[in-house]
């Protein structure tokens, strides 16, 4: 058996020596391993959340300028405030309503269509 302590110093150079290389090989590999994680169901899940975590850091100054509108605003002021968060919602719900018909209705068939051999549905001249 070889002795642990005459080879360590070998072992830790060669290892050493190799060390670049395996950086380099994770690094060149980086971008594609990132690439297959955001296109992935959990960086799907994740990566808007890291862009708005991001994205609130240089709007918060904004943010507490919102604060002190609703909490020392007069009532005009605040009221302009509440508008503008029910208008963005108002727009956020129904961009997440039209995507979960995902173009259901986009192509639907008229019930005068009638259906061939095959089962493809032709149109009827009107």
Known sequence: MLDPLKTLPRRTVAWLGRLPGRL????????????????????????????????????????????RIMLYGSASDQTIVIYAILLILLIRGGRNA?????????????????????????????
């Open 24 to 67: 380099w090989d994770g690094l060149r590999n980086l971008p594609r391993r990132v690439g297959a994680w955001i296109l992935s169901d959990r960086g799907r899940a994740v990566w808007p959340r890291i862009l708005l975590a991001g994205l609130l850091i240089p709007i918060s100054p904004f943010l507490a300028v919102l604060w």
């Open 98 to 126: 039209l995507k979960s018909i995902r173009g259901t209705d986009r192509h639907a068939l008229l019930p005068s269509d009638v259906a061939d051999a095959d089962g493809q549905a032709t149109p009827q001249p009107v």
